[in-house]
């Protein structure tokens, strides 16, 4: 679909940028409540009551008898590789449905793009906490290299790992954005490719980070979320650079036109998310 006036034009853009800002805004949400559901029922397994709340799980069991080295390192790294398959799988189910014109299919690959982003800034998070047992950023994956007993240097050796890393697994990310342009027009040269990954990714991820961030996280989080927007905006840098290096040939667009439109079916997801999380996961849900 060739977009004629200016008035095309701009309502594409506009409906691009919203879609894909509300399918990035569900996927943090979806992302950070499978990291909390996942150790909340991993500590059930071990008999250990907690509060969920859909960023993160609380134990709230008496005494730290249960408290072992192995329940330590199971439960709190589960919630993170929780994440990242969640992501892997999400990347995969994109791959599965980009060949049709279903624009939700955007919601799957930014599933990756914050379970990447997530997992690679506990390296971050671990040169900030790992030996401040009361800071914010003690958490997930510190917390198991603190009970390891995993001395303060390896965060900063970790830390420019985590980059590295991010750099590698933005290479699976970058193409799909460009991949669902309407037109090989659109991106078929270094310069187009870059204006509209700022369209389909960056101005987005910028919307939806500025949601999440200033009216959903409650203000306990606010350190740690603050990490994994850094991370996702880190990997979308990345990216715009690796769009140098990154091309897509003329039967690799897949021509999502309805991207570009208004769609329902976004709007009824993006409901159901904000009602579950205000009516149940806000303040709690006591497990075990």
């Given at each position: 679909m060739e977009h004629i006036t200016g008035r095309e034009q701009w309502v594409g853009k506009f409906f691009r940028v919203l879609n894909s800002a509300v399918c990035s805004a569900m996927a943090y949400l979806v992302v950070l409540f499978t990291c909390g559901a996942t150790k909340s029922f991993v500590e059930k397994l071990y008999d250990i009551k907690s509060k969920l709340v859909f960023y993160e799980s609380f134990p709230i069991s008496k005494g730290t008898d249960i408290w072992y080295l192995k329940d330590i390192v199971i439960v709190f790294s589960s919630g993170i590789l929780a994440s990242v398959v969640v992501g892997l799988l999400g990347l995969l189910v994109f791959h599965r449905l980009k060949h049709f014109n279903i624009p939700s299919a955007i919601f799957f690959l930014w599933l990756y793009v914050w379970a990447i982003a997530m997992f690679c800034a506990q390296g971050l998070l671990a040169l900030l906490g790992l030996e401040e047992y009361y800071s914010p950023?003690?958490?997930?994956?510190?917390?198991?290299?603190?009970?390891?007993?995993?001395?303060?240097?390896?965060?900063?050796?970790?830390?420019?790992?985590?980059?590295?890393?991010?750099?590698?697994?933005?290479?699976?990310?970058?193409?799909?954005?460009?991949?669902?342009?309407?037109?090989?027009?659109?991106?078929n040269k270094l310069e187009k490719r870059r204006k509209y990954f700022v369209e389909v990714a960056v101005v987005p991820f910028i919307i939806s980070a500025?949601?999440?961030?200033?009216?959903?996280?409650?203000?306990?989080f606010t350190y740690t979320n603050l990490i994994y927007v850094g991370y996702g905006a880190l990997g979308l840098v990345i990216s715009w650079y690796l769009l140098f290096y990154v091309d897509v040939d003329r039967e690799g667009v897949f021509r999502n036109e309805a991207l570009q439109r208004f769609n329902l079916f976004i709007v009824l997801m993006f409901v159901l998310v904000m009602a579950a999380i205000y009516w149940k996961l806000y303040d709690g849900i006591k497990v075990g």
């Open positions: 950023y003690f958490n997930n994956l510190v917390i198991v290299l603190a009970w390891l007993h995993v001395p303060k240097i390896f965060a900063y050796i970790l830390m420019p790992l985590s980059i590295g890393l991010l750099t590698f697994l933005c290479f699976f990310s970058t193409r799909p954005f460009i991949s669902m342009a309407y037109s090989y027009g659109k991106v500025l949601f999440v961030t200033t009216l959903i996280l409650p203000e306990p």
